[in-house]
Every structure is written in C-alpha cells, then in structure tokens.
C-alpha cells in the first residue's frame, strides 16, 4: 500500500512540484488549495482547503480519511509573502499573512495529529523560509510568521515524542517561482520616507526570486526527509551563500551581521 501524504498550497511552485515529483515516486498524493483545479495527468487527488478556515481544513482532512483511512506525510506549505516597511504595512494584512503562515499550518497540525497519534506514526513537514532565521528589511512581517512556524515545529517535536510522531522544518532559499506575483506589496508611497530604499530592495527581492534555484530541487530533499528515520531539527535548501548566512548570524557579533545585511541590501 502507498504512503498516503497531503501537501498544502500544491497548485503552483514549490508545492506543485513536490506533488507531482512524489506521485511519480509511487505516493498517493493529496494537493490543496482554496479553488483545486484536475491537474491533466491525473496523478495528483486536488482537494478544497483554506488554510484560513478552520471548517475547510476539517473537511479537507475528513475527506482523505474517509478515502484512505490514513494520512502518513503532511507538507505544510501553504503561505504568502509580504513586503513593506513595516511602519506603513496595514494591520489588516499583517494579520492575513500571521493567518496564512502561522496559524493556519498550525490549524493543518492540530487537524491531522489525531489520526497520527491513533496509527502511531506519521510525518509533518514544515515549509518555512531561510529568511525566517533572520530580520530582514522590508521583509519583516514574513521573516516573523516563518520563524515563529520554526520555533514552534521545535516545541512540537518534543511534545509528540512519545506517539511516534516526527516533525521538522525544511527552509527554502530563493527558488524560481510565481511567489513575488502573489505577495501583498505595501505599495511605494510618493510621500514615504522609506520610498527609495524600499523600491531599490523590492526590485532586488524579485530579481533574486527570478533568477533562484528550480523547484524540483526542494522536491527531492523533502523526499529524503520523508525517507529518513530519525529527521533533524531544520533542513536548509538554498545557495550557498544564503545557507552560510544562517551559520554566520550564530558566530557573528549582531551588529556585524546587521552591517552585512545592510551592505546586502545597499541601505
């Protein structure tokens, strides 16, 4: 019997590439989002889930245990980006983005952990962010909602020891995707005083996203997480650089490593 798994966010990007790099592995694989469309080759079993209502992921997980009698692997991925000084971000939509990231892998989490308590078995895969381990201007409300989902998948894992239940984080670098066409921008406001410094990191955001890693490349270390028996804390998946900035912040005074951001960022 395939191993059953549900990949929030699966209808572009990094989570339509994990799915169907997994069905072509043999999985029966469950993909989401708020509007599933067929996919043409049949391969991947589209489901209706907003991440942001607690009914639609009741019944989303409802549905696949009534199919499959089990969910072995969840791969939370659903999430937004954001940008903007976070002086001029609304409140509004830095509460939809902490909705998206945060409190809605959370709502996936507490959906699915009776299932997995009750087999005794069972993966959870946190898709968070390498910006997550760092403050990043303009970026701030995002770097927060991916670490907090980090910190948290931390405490989790101690919590579900006991039932046999593996949990863990995997962090993507910059990767060519659709993710700059859907972020909420806090627009340039002619007035601002952040206008020039915020246009000039926003066009070298998306620069870096067009010219990131493929997408295939994420979906082949989650299967290697997916295969492993005793998974780590975190996994990293980026350029070089951007995983060595991780381990620089953890040596580095933090003034040092604010001026190398800033250096980065040309600020």
């Not at 939370?76 to 976070?86: K, R």
């Not at 910059?174 to 859907?182: C, R, V, W």
């Not at 620069?207 to 979906?219: F, K, L, S």
């Not at 990293?236 to 040596?251: D, E, T, W």
Request: charged fraction near 20%; proline fraction near 4%; charge should be positive.
């Amino acid at each position: 019997m395939s191993k059953v798994v549900l990949i929030t966010g699966a209808s572009s990007g990094i989570g339509k590439a994990i799915a169907h790099y997994l069905a072509d592995k043999g999985y029966t694989v469950y993909g989401t989002s708020r509007n599933p469309k067929a996919t043409t080759d049949g391969k991947v079993r589209m489901v209706s889930l907003d991440v942001t209502d607690h009914d639609s992921i009741t019944n989303a997980i409802q549905t696949i245990l009534k199919e499959q009698d089990r969910i072995d692997y969840v791969i939370n991925n659903a999430g937004m980006g954001i940008t903007g000084p976070l002086e001029e971000t609304p409140d509004n939509e830095v509460r939809r983005v902490f909705e998206t990231n945060y409190f809605g892998a959370l709502e996936v989490i507490k959906a699915v952990l009776p299932s997995m308590r009750a087999q005794r078995s069972g993966m959870i895969i946190n898709v968070t962010s390498i910006a997550g381990y760092m403050g990043l201007p303009y970026r701030g409300i995002y770097s927060a909602t991916k670490g907090a989902l980090g910190i948290t998948t931390e405490a989790y894992r101690m919590e579900l020891k006991e039932f046999n239940v593996k949990m863990t984080t995997v962090a993507p670098g910059d990767f060519a995707t659709n993710i700059a066409a859907g972020r909420y921008h806090a627009p340039i406001l002619d007035d601002s005083p952040y206008k020039e410094n915020y246009g000039n990191t926003l066009r070298l955001m998306d620069e870096h996203v067009d010219a990131g890693m493929d997408t295939e490349v994420m979906a082949k270390v989650v299967h290697r997480i997916m295969l492993s028996k005793n998974p780590k804390v975190h996994y990293r998946v980026g350029f070089f650089m951007q995983k060595f900035s991780i381990a620089l912040k953890r040596i580095l005074p933090d003034t040092w490593y604010e001026k190398l951001l800033l250096n980065h960022y040309k600020l």
